[in-house]
């Protein structure tokens, strides 16, 4: 590949995640673009302030006594007012460090690759029969069909079901995770977004009685059973884990699959297999499908010469932060300064980053297990979504 050539691909792989951001999200797509103009850290009217420098953005990560989840700004906000006090208690009190160490061995790289195969495996292997039967297949689907799959059998529900089922599950958290699109300027939500929300809620948990009762140990309500945390807050967690386990890893493995497509990178990853780490992580750098991370300051502090009170919000732009880097890159070595932020830091650092990558490198093994590239026969960006993603990415291998 000439170095035009090289240059108009990775022209056309940042157009087409530019369409992402634009239809998902035009508010987020708008402070994106003003905030690469900013600096590391400023104060934006109406918003609080923004951060866009990756070295920065995880010390606020890190310091969990001055920027915390709870508190106007902080995602705990949001899920306090759905579920009560108990669940503000649990993002900042021991509970929460209790339940991620009981869960941990559930999120292990063995751990991971257990619950992959066990509740997607016979998928992957249907996709890769089709793929090689000469059908087009729509990524974007399958990764939603998957998605829904993988969390039933981490909580326990029953996953004997059709994929329309497991559709219905990605669905709803799409529309509870929507629901949020508009506190970028303020986590204070309407009551009647709180009745909405209630009722999306009531969908997604309409199991979770029976499999908190029921559910084995190998599940996340059966430790919480056993931690004897209660209804509430199992249905709470479970509500969370429902969006964190679909929206980002849905979105991270479509987005991925079209990077290396339109960067045209697919061939040296079919040619060196041993480049799929370096394509996983690239992948999510370059979507980083939690754009934004948000978080209350609860106590006056000082930063790269800034004076935040407490009260403010601070807005951590991991999307700039993570893409300040450069374009996909499959031969990118490890970027010390990023270091997986796309997962967010600290001890709220994403639990289910193994299974997040596992599913990426699943997806992609498939789509090479003809030993031929793929290509991309048509694409639709979903509109006016918290996380930004594609509605259909149908490909087909060829020759």
Same mark, same amino acid.
């Given at each position: 590949?000439?170095?035009?050539?090289?240059?108009?691909?990775?022209?056309? !792989?940042?157009?087409?995640?530019?369409?992402?951001?634009?239809?998902?999200?035009?508010?987020?797509?708008?402070?994106?673009?003003?905030?690469?103009?900013?600096?590391?850290?400023?104060?934006?009217?109406?918003?609080?302030?923004?951060?866009?420098?990756?070295?920065?953005?995880?010390?606020?990560?890190?310091?969990?006594?001055?920027?915390?989840?709870?508190?106007?700004?902080?995602?705990?906000?949001?899920?306090?007012?759905?579920?009560?006090?108990?669940?503000?208690?649990?993002?900042?009190?021991?509970?929460?460090?209790?339940?991620?160490?009981?869960?941990?061995?559930?999120?292990?790289?063995?751990?991971?690759?257990?619950?992959?195969?066990?509740?997607?495996?016979?998928?992957?292997?249907?996709?890769?029969?089709?793929?090689?039967?000469?059908?087009?297949?729509?990524?974007?689907?399958?990764?939603?069909?998957?998605?829904?799959?993988?969390?039933?059998?981490?909580?326990?529900?029953?996953?004997? $079901?059709?994929?329309?089922?497991?559709?219905?599950?990605?669905?709803?958290?799409?529309?509870?995770?929507?629901?949020?699109?508009?506190?970028?300027?303020?986590?204070?939500?309407?009551?009647?977004?709180?009745?909405?929300?209630?009722?999306?809620?009531?969908?997604?948990?309409?199991?979770?009685?029976?499999?908190?009762?029921?559910?084995?140990?190998?599940?996340?309500?059966?430790?919480?059973?056993?931690?004897?945390?209660?209804?509430?807050?199992?249905?709470?967690?479970?509500?969370?884990?429902?969006?964190?386990?679909?929206?980002?890893?849905?979105?991270?493995?479509?987005?991925?699959?079209?990077?290396?497509?339109?960067?045209?990178?697919?061939?040296?990853?079919?040619?060196?297999?041993?480049?799929?780490?370096?394509?996983?992580?690239?992948?999510?750098?370059?979507?980083?499908?939690?754009?934004?991370?948000?978080?209350?300051?609860?106590?006056?502090?000082?930063?790269?010469?800034?004076?935040?009170?407490?009260?403010?919000?601070?807005?951590?732009?991991?999307?700039? !932060?993570?893409?300040?880097?450069?374009?996909?890159?499959?031969?990118?070595?490890?970027?010390?300064?990023?270091?997986?932020?796309?997962?967010?830091?600290?001890?709220?650092?994403?639990?289910?980053? !193994?299974?997040?990558?596992?599913?990426?490198?699943?997806?992609?093994?498939?789509?090479?297990?003809?030993?031929?590239?793929?290509?991309?026969?048509? $694409?639709? !960006?979903?509109?006016?979504?918290?996380?930004?993603?594609?509605?259909?990415?149908?490909?087909?291998?060829?020759?």
């Amino acid at each position: 590949m000439t170095s035009d050539v090289r240059d108009t691909a990775v022209k056309d !792989a940042a157009r087409h995640e530019a369409r992402l951001l634009w239809a998902g999200n035009r508010g987020l797509f708008a402070l994106l673009a003003a905030a690469r103009h900013t600096g590391p850290i400023a104060r934006v009217p109406k918003l609080g302030w923004v951060v866009t420098d990756p070295v920065l953005a995880r010390r606020v990560l890190n310091d969990h006594a001055t920027f915390t989840m709870d508190g106007e700004g902080g995602v705990g906000h949001l899920w306090t007012q759905l579920f009560g006090p108990e669940m503000a208690q649990f993002f900042g009190g021991a509970r929460h460090a209790e339940v991620r160490t009981r869960a941990r061995d559930l999120f292990t790289e063995d751990g991971a690759r257990s619950l992959v195969e066990r509740s997607q495996g016979p998928w992957y292997a249907e996709l890769a029969r089709r793929l090689a039967g000469g059908e087009t297949i729509d990524v974007a689907d399958a990764t939603r069909v998957l998605a829904g799959r993988l969390v039933s059998d981490l909580l326990g529900l029953p996953t004997d $079901r059709d994929d329309d089922a497991f559709r219905a599950v990605f669905a709803a958290g799409e529309r509870l995770a929507g629901l949020a699109m508009g506190t970028t300027a303020s986590t204070e939500l309407d009551p009647e977004v709180v009745e909405r929300a209630r009722e999306i809620v009531a969908e997604i948990t309409s199991g979770v009685d029976a499999a908190y009762r029921a559910a084995g140990a190998g599940t996340i309500l059966g430790r919480c059973r056993e931690m004897d945390l209660g209804l509430p807050l199992a249905r709470g967690l479970a509500t969370l884990l429902a969006i964190a386990g679909t929206e980002t890893g849905a979105s991270g493995t479509s987005r991925t699959v079209a990077l290396l497509h339109d960067t045209g990178q697919q061939h040296a990853l079919l040619r060196d297999p041993g480049l799929m780490e370096n394509a996983v992580r690239e992948g999510l750098r370059v979507s980083t499908p939690a754009p934004v991370i948000g978080r209350h300051v609860a106590r006056d502090a000082e930063v790269e010469g800034q004076r935040l009170r407490a009260g403010e919000r601070i807005l951590l732009l991991t999307y700039l !932060a993570t893409t300040g880097v450069g374009p996909f890159d499959i031969r990118r070595e490890y970027v010390p300064e990023t270091r997986q932020l796309w997962f967010g830091g600290g001890r709220h650092l994403c639990l289910g980053a !193994a299974v997040a990558r596992l599913q990426i490198t699943r997806m992609l093994e498939t789509l090479h297990s003809t030993g031929r590239p793929y290509r991309v026969v048509s $694409r639709r !960006a979903a509109r006016r979504v918290l996380v930004p993603t594609y509605a259909s990415l149908r490909i087909e291998t060829h020759d």
